[in-house]
């Protein structure tokens, strides 16, 4: 599954993104799926053996894009912890991802204003990332809710 | 739609909550005026301030060279950057407060604000 997420984190970083720091964060479907089938754990392992291993791939190792990436990975680990709970009748992938999202975003944000920009005029860039993480988050939700109910439907 | 299928009902709820977040960021960080300096920043630490009354260029020195900061008709952008991927660039005009243009490799931004600065570096 780490090597699915890895090939869909370098097939995304063929995609020209209009802005620094919007992607659609395609190898988070496999995170979201490996948590619905295999738990938390299983996805936590997904998701920072894809951070890592993409920084090595991409030549990014320890640079400041990784330790974006790895804040983002576990922000949205630690919320995705507690989302996991929610009543499975009633919150599914769309809900995880959209609030996983905006922990990435926040987790992101973080990392730069306390080391790489310390200046409070990236608060102007906020509401493009949040709309970002809503937008994407809903479709990583819905596309990995697919898959998910394509196995469960037995 | 087949995708409506997947959505369930506290998914809704967490559609609505996302879409409130944003508009609240979007109402609270962008609902500023026009502007009428910019502060220009190298390296972290303001370089200049102008006021945007005047046309001019100015050339910020930054590790990788120099980028060029345009004022033209109370608008700013950065004309020229020395790095790689041009995302300052390419952003073209600014114009309201608040607006701010960053060119990371060379360490240069250039930030719009108004009468009122609704953030500043000291007291935020």
Redesign the interface.
Known sequence: MAAIALGLTVLENAIPSP??GVKPGLANIVTLIVLARYGWRAAAWVSLLRVVAGSLLFGNFLAPGFFLSLSGAFCSLLVLAFAQH??A???????HS??AA?AHITGQMLVVYLW????????????VF??A??VF??AN??IA??FI?ASESA | MG?LQ??????W???LL??I??AL??LK??GEGPADKAII?SG?KIFRIVSLSRDQQIEVPGPLGISIISILNRKVRIASDPGP?Q?CVRQGWLQQS???A?C?PNQV?V?LTGSQKK???IS?
């Not at chain 1, 310390?118 to 509401?127: F, K, T, V």
């Not at chain 2, 997947?6 to 998914?11: Q, R």
Request: net charge positive; glycine share 14%.
């Open positions: 802005l620094p929610l009543p009748r009633w919150f599914g992938p769309v809900s959209i609030y905006f790489l920009i310390p200046h409070a005029g990236i608060a102007y860039l906020i509401p949040a709309a993480a809503l988050g809903t939700g819905l809710s697919r109910g | 995708a997947h959505i369930k009902h506290g998914d709820l967490t559609l996302g879409g977040c944003v960021l979007v960080l962008w920043r972290g991927r995302y608040g607006e701010i960053l990371l931004s930030e953030y500043d570096s935020y």
